[in-house]
């Protein structure tokens, strides 16, 4: 499984989760978005705005979109892929080909220990990915 650990320091979650919502789609990929329902319910209404011109299929809790955003880390729409977006690390997450986890300096603790938690495990490939100062992501040591 591949884990990509994401360190929001240049761009908030509200303009990075779009992009990565898209790659995934254009690799014809599925997606489940985890979060506490209030950073859901935003995540949701953010779907439907953040580019005038496109268009994400989205839905919430229990639907069979391509991209659904639940607060439990259960692919009822068959993703293979996660995104952890509020910081929290859920050890269901394993069972997904691909996580992204997404942090921020608040969290960064959290994160630390999730890495060292994982480090060692055969079947994880970890790559930590920091923004620069114009939000590209540039992968860490």
Request: aromatic share 10%; charged share 30%; hydrophobic share 40%.
């Amino acid at each position: 499984m591949r884990i990509g650990f994401y360190h929001l320091t240049a761009m908030p979650l509200e303009r990075a989760l779009p992009r990565i919502c898209e790659r995934v789609l254009s690799e014809g990929g599925r997606l489940l978005i985890v979060a506490a329902s209030d950073l859901a319910e935003s995540l949701d209404a953010l779907l439907w705005t953040y580019d005038p011109v496109s268009f994400l299929p989205h839905g919430r809790e229990g639907g069979d979109q391509p991209v659904l955003i639940s607060e439990e880390p259960e692919p009822t729409n068959g993703a293979a892929n996660i995104a952890l977006a509020d910081g929290q690390w859920r050890d269901e997450a394993l069972a997904f080909e691909r996580i992204f986890y997404f942090f921020d300096d608040n969290r960064i603790g959290d994160a630390r220990t999730a890495w060292r938690a994982l480090k060692g495990r055969e079947d994880a490939d970890l790559s930590y990915w920091k923004q620069d100062e114009r939000g590209k992501w540039i992968e860490g040591p």
